[in-house]
């Protein structure tokens, strides 16, 4: 979701162009249209905490890659971050950092740079590896906290479900009742 609450940055599966990614609007109609629609898997979405930069992976090269474009306007640029693969790309909580994982899932990092213009530092050397256990338990940098990486690689992502069941949870919850709200007092 971004920062504003007003979009859903999503993935979808599509017969003829394989993975797309797909942008919901929760005002108004709930609207969804393509963000990123190409004959390529377009997957894992990210948006940064500014919202106004996207993350993704693509397999357009030939094997999975992570890109960054601005966001919404997607078609303004776009820069290629790995280098030697990448999957499920995240951004440190002030945005100044993204993590992926490399095609051997070695947690990987680079710096962002999005004033005057976008740069992005080569790669680091691989920080860990990503054991297929959900319980994997290895810290990792991030720029405000050290969480663990189970928590970031093995968790569902909520830009994950399809927007229709997102909606649905929002209008689950009884007005007045929405999460973070504190319990009426007796």
């Keep these: 979701m971004t920062p504003n609450g007003e979009f859903v940055v999503f993935e979808e599966t599509d017969p003829k162009t394989k993975f797309d990614i ?3 609007t929760l005002k108004g109609a709930h609207t969804s249209t393509p963000l990123i629609q190409t004959p390529f898997n377009d997957q894992n979405p990210a948006l940064s905490s500014d919202g106004a930069w996207l993350a993704y992976q693509s397999d357009e090269s030939g094997r999975a890659e992570v890109y960054v474009c601005p966001f919404p306007k997607v078609d303004s640029g776009r820069w290629q ?14 945005g100044r950092d993204l993590f992926y994982l490399d095609v051997d ?8 740079q999005t ?5 992005v530092s080569p790669p680091g050397a691989p920080r860990a590896s990503v054991a297929e256990s959900p319980y994997t338990d290895l810290p990792i940098p991030d720029s405000t906290r050290w969480p663990r990486i189970n928590e970031l690689f093995t968790r569902p992502r909520p ?20 999460s973070g709200d504190s319990a009426p007092s007796d």
């Design 105 to 112: 899932r070695r947690l990987t990092v680079v710096s962002v």
């Design 81 to 94: 971050v790995s280098t030697a693969g990448g999957t499920r790309p995240l951004w440190s909580r002030d």
């Design 22 to 24: 797909r942008l919901v």
């Design 159 to 178: 830009n994950r479900m399809p927007w229709r069941e997102t909606l649905d949870c929002r209008k689950a919850a009884p007005a007045g009742r929405r």
């Design 115 to 119: 004033q005057p213009t976008f740069h």
